[in-house]
Each structure stands twice: as structure tokens, then as C-alpha cells.
T-cell receptor
Framework: DTEVTQTPKHLVMGMTNKKSLKCEQHMGHRAMYWYKQKAKKPPELMFVYSYEKLSINESVPSRFSPECPNSSLLNLHLHALQPEDSALYLCASSLFSGGAAGELFFGEGSRLTVL | GENVEQHPSTLSVQEGDSAVIKCTYSDSASNYFPWYKQELGKRPQLIID?????GEKKDQRIAVTLNKTAKHFSLHITETQPEDSAVYFCAASKGGGADGLTFGKGTHLIIQP
């Protein structure tokens, strides 16, 4: 299994809603990532989890809250988002972070629209 | 921090011709350089990568070259096909780690039939 699975594929939410994005991988990877991608732009790193611990937080607003319940799962909890947060949210994983981690495997993404 | 410049932003080539995309990086400590292909509405996928201990790597129609002295690396696609149409991103990181990847802004490659 070389897949990173993300749900939901599409999400529309109001600025007062609370929702969560979910990501799952069963490749035994110990590093998992959240990226944000706006149209026609490169992916921007948001968070890195290494061995289920948050290792990098790229100054992301607190309305985004990551969670790594176990080595296979990664969640992104969303609350009080702004319309400018509308984007494709990509989950990714790699064997481990740092060193010769090799390939970054991306999920298909969750397309978020904030009204 | 690392800064990766990518050119051109759009590249249109005739089917069967070659395409070259160029990137420069700023941090001489960077030592891992992957290339990702992203088709419209799909996820980025690694197509080739190179580490700083080699100057060139080839995989069928795709090759990457690295010039550490000049701090630039290039993607070469030969005998282009319609399915090569996509956005291509270069990236760089230190320690070979995926967590330190800095992406270029992307090149939209268009293959003209």
C-alpha cells in the first residue's frame, strides 16, 4: 500500500463552523505533514509530525490545530476560518523526517472552501 | 532560509521535442533536490530526485542535472508526450529531509500536438 488517503475530498464550511480533515497512511512512515496549496502556487508547509510529535509549526494561525493520534493518522482541526483559508490541503508522509528521508508521498488533498 | 527560483513559469513545446526547466537555490548546504509533477486537480508526485553527491541522474525520458558550484539544477524531458503536460515543481532541502523542502513556484508545461 503506497497510498496516503485524505477525507473529505471536498469541504465547504462557514466561518463559525468546526470541522476536521483526516489523513491516513499504512506505509510505516514516521513523518507526516500538512501542506496548504493555493491555485497555481507551490505547496506551503504548515506542520510536520515526526514519530507522532509535532516537530515543525510554520507560524500557522491557531485556527488550524493539528493532531497525530497514532503513527498512521493525522488530523487537522479547523475552527473560525477565514475566506482566505480556502485552498487545497495536502497531507504527505515520508519514511522519517530529516536525514535521507527520501520521497514525500502526497495524498489527493482536501479542497476547502470557506464562505 | 533557502530560496528556490524556477524558470520559466510557462513552457510550451511541440510534441516530440525536449523541454528543460531550470532552478537555482541559495543555500549551499542544500543537498537534496526532488522534482514533482502535478496534473490538474491531482496530487504532486515525485518524478525524479538527485542528491548533491552526484551530478546527473536519468530515468527513461527524464533526467536531472546538478551544478553545486553554480547552485542550479535542471529537469530535462526528451521526446515529450501529451501526458507530460502538467505543472512541475523543483525543490531543495538540507540533510536530504522532506521536512525542509522549499519549493520553486512551478512551471506549467504545455505539450502542443
Amino acid at each position: 500500500d503506497t497510498e496516503v488517503t485524505q477525507t473529505p475530498k471536498h469541504l465547504v464550511m462557514g466561518m463559525t463552523n468546526k470541522k476536521s480533515l483526516k489523513c491516513e497512511q499504512h506505509m510505516g512512515h514516521r513523518a507526516m505533514y500538512w501542506y496548504k496549496q493555493k491555485a497555481k502556487k507551490p505547496p506551503e508547509l504548515m506542520f510536520v509530525y515526526s514519530y507522532e510529535k509535532l516537530s515543525i509549526n510554520e507560524s500557522v494561525p491557531s485556527r488550524f490545530s493539528p493532531e497525530c493520534p497514532n503513527s498512521s493518522l493525522l488530523n487537522l482541526h479547523l475552527h473560525a476560518l477565514q475566506p482566505e483559508d480556502s485552498a487545497l490541503y495536502l497531507c504527505a508522509s515520508s519514511l522519517f523526517s530529516g536525514g535521507a528521508a527520501g520521497e514525500l508521498f502526497f495524498g489527493e488533498g482536501s479542497r476547502l472552501t470557506v464562505l | 532560509g533557502e530560496n528556490v527560483e524556477q524558470h520559466p513559469s510557462t513552457l510550451s513545446v511541440q510534441e516530440g521535442d525536449s523541454a528543460v526547466i531550470k532552478c537555482t537555490y541559495s543555500d549551499s548546504a542544500s543537498n537534496y533536490f526532488p522534482w514533482y509533477k502535478q496534473e490538474l486537480g491531482k496530487r504532486p508526485q515525485l518524478i525524479i530526485d538527485i542528491r548533491s553527491n552526484v551530478g546527473e541522474k536519468k530515468d527513461q525520458r527524464i533526467a536531472v542535472t546538478l551544478n553545486k558550484t553554480a547552485k542550479h539544477f535542471s529537469l530535462h524531458i526528451t521526446e515529450t508526450q501529451p501526458e507530460d503536460s502538467a505543472v512541475y515543481f523543483c525543490a531543495a532541502s538540507k540533510g536530504g529531509g522532506a521536512d525542509g523542502l522549499t519549493f520553486g513556484k512551478g512551471t506549467h508545461l504545455i505539450i502542443q500536438p
